[in-house]
């Protein structure tokens, strides 16, 4: 089943534990990216991949790392949470356009509820 | 300025009848796509239905069907006969092709559609 898996689906961690959120496709998409989703706001992207070994700051790249050592996985790094990094978390591929244009559509993993007291 | 405006916040309708969400967006670049998702309480993103900006008839997914209005910048999504499953938070989202954050999408804050019987 052609899908985006991240873990852990819930986490709960104290300010200043690293911690890291996995993200995994199995569509040999070359785009991939990662969102945080909070009430009123909608989701803004944090970093984005457009293909192995490349990456860039989304809207919202503070306190967050990424890598893209292989095509299928593209780890979120919180180095040092604090309390308002505390979201839903969203990784999400695609074909982009270069692969299928335009209309490609973002596929979403399950989300990542993390909570930093 | 933002690019995606929702302005429902939430929205109560009775089962069956058709339910208008509405989407205006803000963008100078001539090609873009416009896409909605939809969001029930267990949190995945699913996609509904997509736009492009050189489409000239209106998309249609099943029940789900957009009114593009090209002039006006307005991508609302219409949900015919609504059902109780319809329940659920509702994202407008664009990609510009000239767009930073590359094949990512800009998301509005959303919409909550309450489904009555």
């Known amino acids: 089943e052609a899908q985006v898996t991240q873990n852990p689906r819930y986490l709960i961690t104290v300010t200043g534990k690293k911690l890291t959120v996995t993200c995994s496709q199995n569509?040999?998409?070359?785009?991939m990216s990662w969102y945080r989703q909070d009430p009123g706001l909608g989701l803004r992207q944090i970093y984005y991949?457009?293909?192995?070994?490349?990456?860039d700051k989304g809207d919202v790249p503070e306190g967050y790392k990424v890598s893209r050592k292989e095509k299928r996985n593209f780890p979120l790094i919180l180095e040092s949470p604090s309390p308002n990094q505390t979201s839903l978390y969203f990784c999400?591929?695609?074909?982009?356009?270069?692969?299928?244009?335009?209309?490609?559509?973002?596929?979403f993993g399950n989300g990542t509820r993390l909570t930093v007291t | 300025a933002q690019k995606i405006t929702q302005t429902q916040p939430g929205m109560f309708v009775q089962e069956k009848e058709a339910v208008t969400l509405d989407c205006t967006y803000d963008?100078?670049?001539?090609?873009?796509?416009l896409f909605w998702y939809k969001q029930p309480s267990s949190g995945e993103m699913i996609f509904l239905i997509y736009?492009?900006?050189?489409?000239?008839q209106n998309a249609t997914e099943g029940r789900y069907s957009l009114n593009f209005q090209k002039a006006r910048k307005s991508a609302n999504l219409v949900i015919s006969a609504s059902q109780l499953g319809d329940s659920a938070m509702y994202f407008c989202?664009?990609?510009?092709?000239?767009?930073?954050?590359?094949?990512?999408?800009?998301f509005g804050k959303g919409t909550h559609l309450i489904i009555q019987p």
């Open positions: 999400a591929s695609s074909l982009g356009r270069r692969q299928g244009g335009l209309g490609s559509p973002l596929h």
């Open positions: 569509m040999n998409h070359e785009y």
């Open positions: 989202a664009m990609r510009e092709a000239l767009g930073g954050g590359a094949d990512g999408l800009t």
């Open positions: 991949s457009m293909n192995v070994e490349v990456t």
């Open positions: 963008t100078s670049d001539p090609s873009y796509g």
């Open positions: 736009q492009g900006s050189y489409d000239q």
